[in-house]
């Protein structure tokens, strides 16, 4: 480093050329930029360091210590007997009975432990209705029946109950074949001891606290709904603080506020201990790159009131898999969480902006954490101030810093910026080439079924993508520089104006991001920041400061530690978030892609202000080698054992498995097809490659499911869910053999009335099956609904079936397992000769999710064929299509 030092002491911002000094004499050893590398993944590793860094987790022997403190080992507790009582499916006795009762339990013992300032109160909602998610191919009616909340409150002893609410919400319920230690069981405990914590001050608070424990989230969001919609303390609640979970420890990310109400980012701002947030997640939610739902949801949308959205989402390769056990909730994550959560319900319980809170609607506020440190937040509004604002200062800057230039050289500023737009386009053409050779890559590796080979090595991300975009914007500039001559301007100037160049396109990012309202542009605003002060500084010092130019890359690169430091951060997040997301996604899309486009934002935020400054090393060209190395290295490990996706345990591959028996009967009621079968949803690029092969070792041939989606209405496939149609093409079928349910559907016609005036007719059902089931509808052409019992209104159709109307109800009973009624009524008749007298199909399913004893052998050998690293959901499923 000395002989580095002695070189840059030669060096100044002067832009004349020595002529007795040779281009050779001007660059410094390549060593140091294998030093500057070495550096910023230091800066990475102490991210890392720090992000993975927890707060100590208090045991009950603290609480002596800290009365008002949150103490995780208090929720673990809780979650050991939440969680080891198996899968909590809506509608099982687990769910209905044995984890109702502990809720039940585990509030009134809090009740009763409560400071006299306070009053606890606990019920359980059973409730009763309907609403439409209204999504873009695949709309539903959702239908619930005797569904259960555990909901309790804080209200003051001696006061009147207040007008005001804040509440707090998480669900406790499951998916199939999940104990749910992480969704949701985790956000569970942790409202439990937040209960129990804020039931002890000494001091009433100003507003009430509802907590709602949804019993039923996993199956469309409807314990929520049923909440929001049946209710009375509803009517309350002002503002509401949901959890819920994605992945299994970490920290808990704030990814959801508002909408339009930036008050709440001032209380999480002021009151949460360890703030963890960025609008950039809560607009990649919004714009549906998560293929998942929160409450946050319904409560917004139905509700209409703002809120927050809380959750665990870092390595989330346990979600919704048997592995989310008891045994994988770290003590520092519930602490993490509960800190946070009890510091912001408290500070909220107490809002004077809860008495009249429309008086406070705003605009959507940018917000994102600095290593977890503090929280910066600002409304819409002002970051469009903000950003015009800097874009100004900083291409002023760019002008004096050109201006300085022209002091000291032959040439005019209009000749300078000739210079800066020639550097421009370097740039620009630079990183077009490197985002085209990463995205390249993915196509690539998806068409040669490569994928995913980062899903547990996520080291080969750097490999795979960053390193083909550092080659390009690294080789761009030297290429210029090399072949480019310009006896006026020193190296030194020219990396300057490279560097200036790079600023002003990150200008025009910004202004068209803030055009559009996309609030992640402030990641653009803090690049440009620093790098706008750093240039302030240098051409300061250089006006003021004799010699000081001497020194102006050291000025520049301590200005870039924050901003890499920070987007060394958010990298952690977003790879963290959605690299286990791959593998539960659309088996149509390219995961590389997704990932691809992460890497190639990540290497320009990071390395923009740097690539260039490979221009100065004697030797650059060894620098690039090295990049390239790296990037073979990557390509190798990515071709071995070690780039398969999956492990055992820890990683697994994903499938969802119905063993079928379908019913298919004339319009007369006679049986027309029986005949059972598996279906493999699938779940990710490798799903058909495995299935095959368990269905050869089973002696059987999987099969796409063909014509039969034309045959039968929507394929005749007892689908959980309508959306999953839209992999009907990725599907595949293993004929099998037909199966007797111990509780089989029971569909009834009770009969049809029809009304002459109105011309008419209304079809009457009674159904008994299983708690989870779903209905088909789908009038034959000439006849349309007209009105049904299932909601108030026949919504729109969702895809089509040969073109005809498809609607999709999708139904669930909680602990009243009653035969359920309902009618369709119906007009007009059938315009086709071969279907005179249909009036529509409806499809009956049974999904029996938490049904094990109901598994035949068959299914059982089956699923015994999958290898470990294999999680399969796989369960009974009947379906009975008819034609009235």
């Given at each position: 480093?000395?002989?580095?030092?002695?070189?840059?002491?030669?060096?100044?911002?002067?832009?004349?050329?020595?002529?007795?000094?040779?281009?050779?004499?001007?660059?410094?050893?390549?060593?140091?930029?294998?030093?500057?590398?070495?550096?910023?993944?230091?800066?990475?590793?102490?991210?890392?360091?720090?992000?993975?860094?927890?707060?100590?987790?208090?045991?009950?022997?603290?609480?002596?210590?800290?009365?008002?403190?949150?103490?995780?080992?208090?929720?673990?507790?809780?979650?050991?007997?939440?969680?080891?009582?198996?899968?909590?499916?809506?509608?099982?006795?687990?769910?209905?009975?044995?984890?109702?009762?502990?809720?039940?339990?585990?509030?009134?013992?809090?009740?009763?432990?409560?400071?006299?300032?306070?009053?606890?109160?606990?019920?359980?909602?059973?409730?009763?209705?309907?609403?439409?998610?209204?999504?873009?191919?695949?709309?539903?009616?959702?239908?619930?029946?005797?569904?259960?909340?555990?909901?309790?409150?804080?209200?003051?002893?001696?006061?009147?109950?207040?007008?005001?609410?804040?509440?707090?919400?998480?669900?406790?319920?499951?998916?199939?074949?999940?104990?749910?230690?992480?969704?949701?069981?985790?956000?569970?405990?942790?409202?439990?001891?937040?209960?129990?914590?804020?039931?002890?001050?000494?001091?009433?608070?100003?507003?009430?606290?509802?907590?709602?424990?949804?019993?039923?989230?996993?199956?469309?969001?409807?314990?929520?709904?049923?909440?929001?919609?049946?209710?009375?303390?509803?009517?309350?609640?002002?503002?509401?603080?949901?959890?819920?979970?994605?992945?299994?420890?970490?920290?808990?990310?704030?990814?959801?506020?508002?909408?339009?109400?930036?008050?709440?980012?001032?209380?999480?701002?002021?009151?949460?201990?360890?703030?963890?947030?960025?609008?950039?997640?809560?607009?990649?939610?919004?714009?549906?790159?998560?293929?998942?739902?929160?409450?946050?949801?319904?409560?917004?949308?139905?509700?209409?009131?703002?809120?927050?959205?809380?959750?665990?989402?870092?390595?989330?390769?346990?979600?919704?898999?048997?592995?989310?056990?008891?045994?994988?909730?770290?003590?520092?994550?519930?602490?993490?969480?509960?800190?946070?959560?009890?510091?912001?319900?408290?500070?909220?319980?107490?809002?004077?902006?809860?008495?009249?809170?429309?008086?406070?609607?705003?605009?959507?506020?940018?917000?994102?954490?600095?290593?977890?440190?503090?929280?910066?937040?600002?409304?819409?509004?002002?970051?469009?101030?903000?950003?015009?604002?800097?874009?100004?200062?900083?291409?002023?800057?760019?002008?004096?810093?050109?201006?300085?230039?022209?002091?000291?050289?032959?040439?005019?500023?209009?000749?300078?910026?000739?210079?800066?737009?020639?550097?421009?386009?370097?740039?620009?053409?630079?990183?077009?080439?490197?985002?085209?050779?990463?995205?390249?890559?993915?196509?690539?590796?998806?068409?040669?079924?490569?994928?995913?080979?980062?899903?547990?090595?996520?080291?080969?991300?750097?490999?795979?993508?960053?390193?083909?975009?550092?080659?390009?914007?690294?080789?761009?500039?030297?290429?210029?520089?090399?072949?480019?001559?310009?006896?006026?301007?020193?190296?030194?100037?020219?990396?300057?104006?490279?560097?200036?160049?790079?600023?002003?396109?990150?200008?025009?990012?910004?202004?068209?991001?803030?055009?559009?309202?996309?609030?992640?542009?402030?990641?653009?605003?803090?690049?440009?920041?620093?790098?706008?002060?750093?240039?302030?500084?240098?051409?300061?010092?250089?006006?003021?400061?004799?010699?000081?130019?001497?020194?102006?890359?050291?000025?520049?690169?301590?200005?870039?530690?924050?901003?890499?430091?920070?987007?060394?951060?958010?990298?952690?997040?977003?790879?963290?978030?959605?690299?286990?997301?791959?593998?539960?996604?659309?088996?149509?899309?390219?995961?590389?892609?997704?990932?691809?486009?992460?890497?190639?934002?990540?290497?320009?935020?990071?390395?923009?202000?740097?690539?260039?400054?490979v221009v100065l090393a004697r030797r650059g060209y060894l620098f690039i080698a090295l990049i390239v190395a790296f990037f073979v290295v990557s390509i190798i490990v990515m071709v071995t054992s070690a780039g398969f996706p999956f492990r055992a345990h820890t990683s697994p591959e994903r499938f969802y498995i119905y063993h079928c028996t379908r019913e298919f009967y004339h319009q007369n009621g006679t049986l027309r097809r029986l005949e059972g079968g598996f279906y493999v949803h699938p779940q990710d690029r490798y799903t058909g490659d495995l299935i095959r092969e368990v269905a050869l070792k089973f002696e059987a041939n999987a099969v796409p499911l063909g014509d039969q989606c034309e045959k039968e209405l929507y394929c005749g496939i007892p689908f959980y869910q309508n959306t999953q149609h839209g992999q009907r093409e990725n599907g595949l079928w293993i004929p099998g053999y037909a199966f007797t349910l111990p509780e089989t559907i029971d569909l009834k016609h009770v009969g049809s009335e029809y009304d002459a005036k109105l011309k008419v007719t209304t079809f009457l059902f009674t159904v008994k099956g299983t708690d989870h089931m779903s209905f088909y509808v789908s009038p034959v052409k000439g006849v349309r609904l007209v009105s049904w019992s299932f909601s108030q209104h026949i919504p729109r159709s969702g895809l089509s079936w040969n073109g005809q109307d498809v609607h999709y109800i999708n139904f669930v009973h909680g602990i009243d397992d009653r035969p359920y009624e309902f009618h369709i009524t119906v007009q007009g008749s059938a315009s086709k000769a071969s279907e005179a007298g249909w009036n529509f199909y409806l499809n009956v399913v049974a999904q029996y999710m938490h049904h094990e004893q109901y598994r035949t052998s068959e299914f059982g050998r089956f699923i015994n064929q999958f290898p470990l690293y294999a999680h399969?959901?796989?369960?009974?499923?009947?379906?009975?299509?008819?034609?009235?």
């Open positions: 480093m000395e002989e580095t030092q002695n070189q840059l002491e030669t060096h100044s911002l002067s832009p004349l050329a020595d002529e007795k000094r040779s281009n050779h004499e001007e660059k410094i050893s390549a060593w140091w930029l294998v030093g500057l590398t070495g550096a910023v993944v230091g800066v990475y590793l102490l991210v890392y360091w720090n992000w993975v860094s927890m707060p100590k987790a208090l045991r009950r022997a603290d609480e002596s210590t800290h009365p008002d403190r949150f103490i995780a080992e208090v929720a673990k507790q809780y979650l050991f007997e939440m969680s080891n009582v198996g899968p909590r499916v809506a509608g099982s006795y687990t769910n209905e009975i044995i984890t109702v009762q502990f809720l039940l339990r585990v509030i009134n013992e809090i009740a009763t432990e409560a400071n006299p300032a306070h009053k606890v109160e606990v019920e359980v909602q059973q409730a009763y209705g309907d609403m439409f998610l209204d999504y873009e191919k695949y709309p539903q009616t959702s239908v619930y029946q005797g569904i259960q909340n555990v909901v309790a409150r804080i209200i003051p002893s001696q006061n009147k109950d207040p007008d005001n609410y804040l509440m707090l919400s998480s669900h406790f319920d499951s998916v199939p074949q999940s104990p749910g230690a992480g969704d949701d069981g985790t956000m569970s405990v942790i409202m439990l001891e937040v209960l129990r914590k804020l039931s002890q001050s000494p001091h009433p608070y100003d507003h009430g606290l509802v907590f709602v424990f949804n019993g039923c989230e996993e199956n469309t969001l409807q314990g929520s709904h049923a909440f929001v919609a049946h209710h009375r303390w509803f009517r309350k609640v002002r503002t509401f603080i949901n959890m819920d979970v994605a992945a299994n420890g970490g920290r808990d990310i704030m990814f959801q506020a508002g909408p339009k109400y930036s008050f709440l980012m001032k209380y999480y701002r002021d009151f949460v201990p360890h703030p963890y947030c960025t609008a950039v997640a809560e607009e990649l939610f919004q714009a549906d790159l998560v293929p998942s739902e929160t409450d946050y949801y319904v409560y917004s949308k139905y509700g209409k009131i703002p809120g927050m959205d809380f959750a665990h989402s870092t390595w989330g390769y346990l979600y919704h898999t048997a592995y989310d056990a008891y045994s994988t909730i770290p003590n520092t994550t519930l602490q993490h969480t509960g800190d946070n959560v009890l510091a912001l319900a408290r500070a909220l319980a107490n809002a004077e902006e809860l008495y009249d809170i429309g008086d406070h609607e705003g605009s959507k506020a940018v917000f994102f954490d600095f290593l977890n440190w503090f929280l910066v937040y600002y409304p819409l509004w002002a970051s469009i101030l903000l950003n015009i604002g800097l874009s100004v200062i900083a291409i002023s800057v760019i002008s004096l810093s050109l201006w300085l230039l022209s002091r000291s050289t032959e040439l005019t500023i209009w000749q300078l910026v000739l210079q800066g737009l020639q550097s421009m386009g370097v740039i620009l053409l630079s990183i077009i080439v490197g985002v085209g050779l990463s995205l390249l890559l993915a196509v690539i590796l998806n068409a040669i079924e490569s994928t995913m080979s980062w899903f547990t090595q996520t080291w080969l991300i750097f490999g795979l993508y960053i390193c083909p975009f550092l080659m390009a914007t690294c080789t761009g500039p030297v290429l210029y520089i090399h072949f480019v001559k310009h006896d006026h301007l020193s190296l030194h100037a020219r990396v300057q104006l490279l560097l200036n160049a790079t600023c002003a396109l990150y200008v025009v990012i910004l202004i068209i991001l803030t055009a559009m309202s996309i609030r992640s542009g402030y990641l653009f605003t803090m690049a440009i920041l620093f790098y706008t002060v750093t240039t302030l500084l240098n051409a300061s010092l250089q006006v003021f400061v004799k010699h000081a130019s001497r020194y102006w890359i050291y000025v520049h690169l301590i200005g870039q530690i924050a901003p890499i430091a920070y987007f060394s951060s958010v990298s952690l997040t977003a790879f963290a978030t959605f690299i286990p997301m791959q593998g539960r996604g659309n088996a149509d899309a390219n995961p590389e892609l997704l990932i691809a486009l992460f890497a190639v934002l990540v290497g320009l935020l990071v390395t923009g202000f740097l690539s260039p400054l399969v959901v796989a369960y009974p499923a009947h379906l009975i299509s008819k034609v009235f």
